[in-house]
Every structure is written in structure tokens, then in C-alpha cells.
């Protein structure tokens, strides 16, 4: 069984759309601890809300990357709350090789587009002004790179005419809320 540690920053919806997967008994994992480098974000309340161990990590002096201390601190926390799989949810920093060579092979993230397309931030603007017919989500590896590693599973987004950012957003987001936790469904079924 997949022991899962979740890093998030923000609102967290990816979160609980595994943590419901799980409940429902069509993902066959545990939440072991969610982690944010955001002391208020809504990823915590909602951690706490479903009662899972919410943990503010204090990132300082860093304010992109999870490094030093904080990398040091995550690691062990993960392994206090027996974690042995790490996923990012919204997590606002990049990842350095401390962390992914304690998990390595073990770390994924989910990303707003259809990588390679559109990498980095703002992946629904840069769609929207690229002018394409299609985005969508990716579910992928983490390496060191930024939205670099090897795909899992990607669902696609038509863009409709009148389409904004947010309207954009938001049918990507119902598309991340299912394509998590099948990307997880696949790992935690060995299937890759
Ligand atoms: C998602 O759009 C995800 O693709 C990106 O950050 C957002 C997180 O949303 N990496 P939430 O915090 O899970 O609601």
C-alpha cells in the first residue's frame, strides 16, 4: 500500500480528490502527513478537516526551492508519519536532490497542461494565449528539472470560444481531480 505524503501550497482540491479516492476504496493508499510551506493555506484546514496530519514546514530562507533545513526537516518528517511516496499537489517550490534521492522514483506532481506543453506557471494563460484547441493535466515523475519528468497519465481539455483563464482553470481542475488519483491507482497496482 502506497503510504502518501502531500506537499501542497494552496487550496489543496488535488489533495482531497486522492484523500476521497481512498475513503471510497478505489485508490488502496494512506495519507501519512500533508505537508505546506504555507502556514494558512487551505490545503492545512482541509488536512485537518479530514484528520490527516496537517504540517506547516518553514521553508526560510528559501523562497522557490524546498532546500537545506526545510529539505532535511520534510524528509524526516515523512518518515516519522511512515510515508514512503510523496505527492505534489500545488506545491509552490522546487524540489532538490536531497529529497529526490530519499524517494527516488517516488515523487510525482501534477501539472495544468499537456506537457511538454506550457511547463512552469500560468500554464492556462500561456494555452489561452498560445491560442490552442486543446490543454489539459499531466500526472508525471518528478526530476530535477521544472515539469520535466516522465509522464504518468494526461487528460485533455478542449478550450472553448469566450474561454478565460478561470473558466479554463476550472475545467482543468475537474479533469486533475480524476486523473490523480488514477495515476495513483496505476503505481499503487504496480501496473507501473
Ligand atoms: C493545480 O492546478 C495543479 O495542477 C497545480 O497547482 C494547482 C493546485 O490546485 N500544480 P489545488 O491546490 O490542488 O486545488
Not at 506543453?117 to 500554464?123: C, R
Not at 487528460?155 to 480524476?178: A, C, F, W, Y
Amino acid at each position: 500500500m502506497l503510504n502518501i505524503a502531500i506537499f501542497g501550497s494552496g487550496s489543496g482540491s488535488n489533495y482531497q480528490a486522492i484523500a476521497e479516492a481512498i475513503e471510497a476504496g478505489t485508490l488502496d493508499a494512506r495519507i501519512a502527513c500533508v505537508l505546506s510551506d504555507v502556514e494558512d493555506a487551505f490545503i492545512l484546514e482541509r488536512a485537518r478537516r479530514l484528520g490527516h496530519p496537517a504540517i506547516h514546514l518553514d521553508c526560510a530562507p528559501f523562497k522557490t526551492k524546498l532546500d537545506g533545513e526545510a529539505e532535511a526537516r520534510a524528509i524526516e518528517l515523512i518518515r516519522e508519519h511512515d510515508g514512503d511516496f510523496v505527492a505534489l499537489a500545488g506545491f509552490m517550490r522546487i524540489v532538490k536532490p536531497g529529497l529526490l534521492n530519499a524517494f527516488a522514483g517516488r515523487i510525482i506532481n501534477i501539472h495544468p497542461s499537456l506537457l511538454p506543453n506550457f511547463p512552469g506557471l500560468e500554464a492556462g494563460k500561456q494555452a489561452l494565449e498560445a491560442g490552442v484547441a486543446e490543454t489539459g493535466c499531466t500526472v508525471h515523475f518528478v526530476d530535477a528539472g521544472i515539469d520535466t519528468g516522465a509522464v504518468i497519465i494526461q487528460r485533455k481539455v478542449s478550450v472553448l470560444p469566450g474561454d478565460t483563464e478561470e473558466t479554463l482553470m476550472n475545467r482543468i481542475h475537474e479533469q486533475e481531480h480524476l486523473a490523480y488519483p488514477e495515476a495513483l491507482r496505476k503505481i499503487a497496482s504496480g501496473e507501473i
